[in-house]
């Protein structure tokens, strides 16, 4: 049950809520937050106001992502501050991040696409 709940709060609902917005469908907000972060200066994920960065730095994006972006780098540094391990991020991207592997990346892309499609094929085939 937990998967199906992941699934559609950390990637379905981002893709369908920034198509919604007119947002990018990119990886691009995931800088845009580790800058804010650094420029905040953030000691731990506890401190962060998600719902403002939401709206300031990446308005298709829901707590939940943005939680477990920022969740993720604990395993990085216990004992250095959240704006530190962000400011790394942001100068030495991890190859196994999509910020730093371009062909994740492009499946990210990709695959908010095929979402978009199957939304648009569920409208279209809506009973009037």
């Not at 917005?21 to 804010?36: C, F, K, P, S, T």
């Not at 106001?49 to 993720?72: A, E, K, M, W």
Request: proline share 5%; hydrophobic share 35%.
């Amino acid at each position: 049950m937990y998967a199906c709940y992941g699934r559609w709060n950390f990637y379905i609902v981002p893709v369908l809520k920034s198509d919604a917005l007119g947002v990018a469908q990119n990886v691009e907000w995931m800088n845009d937050i580790l800058r804010y972060i650094v420029k905040e200066k953030f000691a731990s994920t506890k401190e962060v106001p998600y719902s403002r960065v939401i709206r300031d730095c990446c308005p298709g994006q829901t707590t939940h992502s943005v939680s477990r972006f920022l969740n993720g780098f604990k395993r990085f540094g216990k004992d250095t501050q959240l704006h530190e391990l962000c400011k790394k991020r942001l100068t030495n991207p991890s190859p196994n991040s999509y910020l730093g592997n371009d062909e994740m990346a492009q499946e990210h892309l990709q695959y908010a696409c095929e979402i978009v499609k199957l939304k648009q094929t569920l409208i279209s085939n809506k009973p009037q």
